[in-house]
């Protein structure tokens, strides 16, 4: 079977994020974790691959998508492979369209993805999308477990159900004879729970958190307004060490941490999810201490809060960023903040 295998321009070995307007290319062969992918496929060939930075994809998706169109049919694919994009949220969405993109020629779609990642509840409809660790730590198990399943497919083996082969849940249904009908399976189920017996139920419903919305600040000018960033922007060296990725915490900063100026000039990003370039040539554009500063010169709001709280949003877990926000809301609560500003990238 022939295979085509979507990376974006890091694993591609094209460059990080300087290289993330990289235009989509196509390569022959493997490349990357295509290599090790590759090893492990039986009757399946890598016959090309496409790589394209994260940014461009985002923001040429008509041309990217029709490109992709076009090297499906050309190459003749019988599955398309993309990624695995672990927790990169751009990646992430590429690797999610480009299963959509497969699955619109007809073409079995396979990537692999972290639990949290934007990508898959949008495109989990469109291909079998495996677990992933949050990393490319996990880079192993991830080609594994795709490959696993791509030879499944090259041996024209029918696919089973999520539970069985592992992906994630699609959110497809499909009829199938059952010896029971549904109100006796459901009584089962309800009899079995009543015991405290293990049941199974058939439909697992979504649990969504109700977020109640903040009153609104009537008046502005009398408001105490707070800055936070999850865009990392730190003192020069990074003294606290904030991590790139799957921040361990938070920190708070006055000016004087970045110099002693609104300019921030004493500033740099920690964060790996972007292009730093911009912001460590000025820290305003993510953290914008002198657009506040002025603010409250022109009397728009009445205080800017002078301590600002950073972390680094790149792979955060969703627990864990509910809980630095619990905590950063109980501190300026504390301080008599009225509102906060969140910016990020």
Wanted: charge should be negative; hydrophobic fraction near 40%.
């Amino acid at each position: 079977m022939r295979v085509i295998h979507y990376l974006n321009q890091f694993f591609g070995q094209v460059g990080g994020e300087d290289a993330a307007y990289t235009p989509l290319e196509v390569r022959q062969g493997s490349l990357g974790p295509g290599k090790a992918l590759q090893a492990q496929l039986e009757n399946a060939e890598i016959v090309a691959t496409v790589i394209c930075g994260d940014n461009y994809f985002v923001e040429n998706t008509d041309t990217v998508e029709k490109q992709m169109a076009d090297i499906i049919s050309n190459y003749q694919a019988d599955i398309v492979i993309a990624g695995p994009a672990f927790n990169a949220g751009r990646y992430g969405m590429a690797c999610g369209n480009v299963c959509k993109i497969a699955f619109d020629e007809g073409i079995i779609a396979i990537s692999g993805m972290y639990k949290e990642n934007p990508g898959l509840d949008i495109y989990k409809v469109y291909g079998y999308i495996f677990p992933t660790e949050i990393n490319a730590k996990g880079m192993k198990d991830a080609i594994a477990q795709i490959a696993k399943f791509a030879n499944k497919i090259a041996r024209g083996e029918e696919i089973l159900f999520s539970e069985d082969e592992g992906y994630f849940k699609r959110g497809i249904r499909k009829n199938i004879w059952k010896e029971k009908s549904g109100a006796e399976r459901a009584v089962d189920m309800a009899i079995a729970k009543a015991l405290g017996q293990p049941y199974k139920t058939e439909i697992v419903v979504p649990n969504f958190d109700r977020i109640v919305p903040s009153k609104p600040v009537l008046d502005l000018s009398r408001a105490k307004v707070a800055l936070i960033t999850s865009g990392g922007i730190v003192p020069k060296g990074n003294p606290d060490r904030l991590e790139a990725l799957s921040a361990s915490k938070w920190m708070e900063y006055t000016v004087d941490d970045f110099g002693g100026n609104y300019d921030l000039k004493e500033s740099e990003v920690a964060h790996g999810g972007y292009d730093p370039v911009y912001a460590n040539e000025d820290g305003n554009r993510v953290l914008p201490a002198d657009a506040m500063i002025e603010l409250e010169r022109t009397g728009y709001i009445g205080e800017f809060y002078r301590k600002m709280f950073v972390t680094v949003g790149n792979c955060m877990e969703v627990l864990k960023a509910a809980r630095y926000g619990k905590e950063m809301a109980a501190k300026l609560i504390d301080e008599g903040v009225s509102c906060a500003i969140l910016t990020s990238t």
